[in-house]
């Protein structure tokens, strides 16, 4: 099959490849590159220009063709992360002109890092049921509860968190999404340490943290609505077929070289079988993503496809950490080196972390159940 993006795009793409080679060179300032691309409206098209955004139409397609040429040259592209990602998104289209104008332009420039306090012990993917309680106190919200799995929580300026306000209505329409400043009394972070030797992701005790009455997005009792608007961006963040292909030529690599009974590990049989069949995966899932943006270029609602690619790229994901496992050998069973983390990629690294993202954003056995209820309008499950 043979997928191009048709005359306008193509001519975009030379435009975006002619600003890429004037402003970018190796090692050059990727600050100052991303504000003459956002300047231009290349980075972050969806963010009009009032909020510190490329104020584009948001076409994902023009998106998609800028990260391509990005990558080709080397030069950085629009920022990843939480704050970008999930909070930035959520506060365009759910946040008081007065959040979207303080938080927006310095999340999407990294001036501010957040994060996310959604899960507690006992509350993961039955989210609803959480405990945090957010009391009000003449101008400020009053927080206690305790937050886990909390990505990156050591290093952000901000949380956005769920918390239970109150009210009537049951469990999902009496908590309230607040935002609140890490550094204020009350907060305190304890990193978790994993099996890939890192901290990534910690616990947060809040006893008695305060925050200001308006940081809260949307009214008290919207938490559970303004809450899955977040999940939605956080899922569709992590359907990247990019990645996935990276990782498969990293192992090409790996199996190119590395020998087995005296023979190139990729001559095998059953390596070359398993690498034929996750191109094979990794393509199919290229091409469901690409509908997916076409439909959301086009103004349609892509419905069950943005609900099955973030299942179908973690399930890929565990497949090459698998492969990763076997090209690897004896190295496979070794943590990986100091200074292995995740923005560089290794192998190893992936395989340990492959079945970290299959949870993260929300478990595959939750995704199959939203695809049966939502996607496909069956019974909801018994629970
Ligand atoms: C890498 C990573 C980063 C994360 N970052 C954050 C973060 O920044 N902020 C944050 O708030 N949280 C974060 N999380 C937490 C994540 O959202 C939760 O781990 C996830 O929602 C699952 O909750 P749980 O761990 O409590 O598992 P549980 O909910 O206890 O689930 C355990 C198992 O039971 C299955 N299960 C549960 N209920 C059902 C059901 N109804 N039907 C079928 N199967 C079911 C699940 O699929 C899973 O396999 C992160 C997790 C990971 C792995």
Known sequence: MQLSFGPSYERFREEARAFIGAH??????????????????????????????GGGDGDPLLSMIVREECA????????????????APTLLVRGAEWQKQRFIGPTL??????????????AGSDLASLRTRAVREGDEWVIHGHKIWTSDAHRADFMFLLARTGGEGGKHNTL???????????????????????????????????????????????????????????????????????????????????????????????????????????????YSVLRQVAMDAAGEDPGLAALCTKLSATDIGLRIA????????????????????????DPMFWALRAVAVTIAGGASNIQRNIIAERGLDLPRSAQ
């Open 109 to 122: 420039m990294g001036d501010v890092l957040w994060c996310q306090g959604y899960s507690e012990p006992e």
């Open 322 to 345: 698998r492969l990763a496992q076997d090209v690897l050998g004896d190295q496979g069973l070794l943590m990986p080196p100091p200074g292995v983390t995740r923005d560089n990629m």
């Open 24 to 53: 970018w060179s190796p090692g050059g300032d990727a600050r100052a590159f991303r504000a003459e691309a956002i300047a231009r409206g290349y980075f972050y098209p969806r963010f009009p220009k009032a909020y510190g955004g």
């Open 176 to 286: 309230s999404y607040l935002l609140l400043d890490m550094r204020q009394p009350g907060v305190t972070v304890r990193p978790l340490k994993q099996l890939t030797g890192e901290s990534h992701f910690n616990e947060v005790f809040l006893d008695g943290a305060r925050t200001p009455a308006d940081w809260i997005v949307g009214a008290p009792g919207e938490g559970w609505s303004v809450g899955r608007t977040t999940l939605a961006f956080e899922r569709a963040g992590l359907n990247a077929p990019d990645m996935l292909d990276d990782l498969v030529v990293q192992i090409k690599a790996i199996a190119r070289t590395k020998l087995r009974d005296g023979r190139p590990l990729i001559e095998h049989d059953h390596i070359m079988e398993e690498l034929g069949i996750i191109d094979g995966y990794c393509l199919a899932h290229r």
């Open 72 to 87: 080709a040259a080397g030069a950085p592209f629009e920022l990843a992360g939480i704050g970008v990602k999930m909070l």
